[in-house]
Nanobody, 125 residues
Framework: QAQLEESGGGLVQAGGSLRLSCAAP????????MGWFRQAPGKEREFVAV????????AYADSVKGRFTISRDSARTTVYLQMNSLKPEDTAVYSC??????????????????WGQGRQVVVSS
């Protein structure tokens, strides 16, 4: 059962932009790092981006660095992933996650304290 509410994503042509949002109920996860994983058809889940609990630190997968930007609002209840210069290989289901270990998330693992329901991103060539 999803504990984080995701919105955004959709279909876009290569070179276009999309934004994902991930909202946490109240301030339940305001002290957790939050970010996104993605999983393309037939591939394993991979780390995309993460932002620290206070928004002061961010990290990105090499494949999205310079194109994607992660941020969180001042109330620390919503996290955003701005995706620019999208490529067909960015096509995947993107799932947001709350974690108390940025390093573990960067390495592709947990512990994940909460998940979003997942949003489809399709980039056409």
């Amino acid at each position: 059962q999803a504990q984080l509410e995701e919105s955004g994503g959709g279909l876009v042509q290569a070179g276009g932009s999309l934004r994902l949002s991930c909202a946490a109920p109240g301030r339940t996860f305001s002290s957790y790092a939050m970010g996104w994983f993605r999983q393309a058809p037939g591939k394993e889940r991979e780390f995309v981006a993460v932002v620290s609990w206070d928004g002061g630190s961010t990290a990105y997968a090499d494949s999205v660095k310079g194109r994607f930007t992660i941020s969180r609002d001042s109330a620390r209840t919503t996290v955003y992933l701005q995706m620019n210069s999208l490529k067909p290989e960015d096509t995947a289901v993107y799932s947001c996650a709350a974690t108390d270990s940025m390093n573990a998330m960067i390495e592709g693992g947990g512990p994940v304290r909460a998940w979003g329901q997942g949003r489809q991103v399709v980039v056409s060539s």
